[in-house]
Structures are given as structure tokens and as C-alpha cells.
């Protein structure tokens, strides 16, 4: 039996999930390659990314609640170290800047840090 001319081809859908790419939060629904945590921690838009092997912008659940709980966090820390420098009795502005920078941007830094493994461990990425 011949092929009828004029059948559409059969293409794939895009909009079916590719069934061999494991739904992590670590492997990009699209492409399928490991994202690791580096776009996840440096984004600028919380509770997005981009996968840096096919640049699909990703998104993830319970990304915006992490955001919210980093971000109370954060201004915990930083209000800590504002108390701490002002006990201190420093009277030098830039010195007291120095000192509040030094105090407040590594606990900082690893809360970011310490988010995205969380969000890329136990979350699942989707296209956004």
C-alpha cells in the first residue's frame, strides 16, 4: 500500500514532555542536560532561569516562597550585623561600611547559595 500524498507527515509535538528527560529540578524539561545550580543561584529574577545548554527560560514550584524566605533571611542577617557594627562604637563611616560588609556578605552569599541546591534538589523545573 502507498503512502497517501496528501496525509500531513507526522512531526513530534512540542508541547509533549520529552518522556526519557528526568523531571527534576535538575534537568532542563526541554533539552534534558543537567543545569546544575549556577543559573539557579545567579538569576537576578527570583524563581526564574534560563538552561545554559538551549537558553529555555525555566521557572520551578514554590520558587517565589524560597525568594520570600531568603529574602527574610537575608535582612535578618543584615540587621544583625547593623546591631553588631553599631556596638561597636565606630565612628568612621567607611570603616563601619567596611565592617558591616565584611560581616554580612558571606552568611549572605551562602543562604543565596544554600536556596538554589534546596530549589534544585527538591523541586521540579518546568517551561516557563
Known sequence: ?????????????????NLSV???????????????????????IPGRCRCPYCH????????YTATLIMIVLTLAILGGAVLVVRS???ENRWLAGAVLGV???????????????LQARYSILRRL
Open 1 to 17: 500500500m502507498e503512502p497517501n500524498p496528501y496525509e500531513a507527515p507526522k512531526v513530534a509535538d512540542p508541547r509533549q514532555a
Open 22 to 44: 528526568p523531571i527534576d529540578g535538575r534537568h532542563c524539561p526541554a533539552c534534558g542536560e543537567n543545569i546544575g545550580i549556577g543559573p539557579i543561584g545567579t538569576e537576578i
Open 56 to 63: 529555555t527560560k525555566l521557572t520551578w514550584k514554590g520558587a
Open 88 to 90: 561597636l562604637g565606630i
Open 103 to 117: 560581616m554580612a556578605l558571606p552568611p549572605t552569599l551562602i543562604v543565596g547559595w544554600i536556596g538554589a541546591a
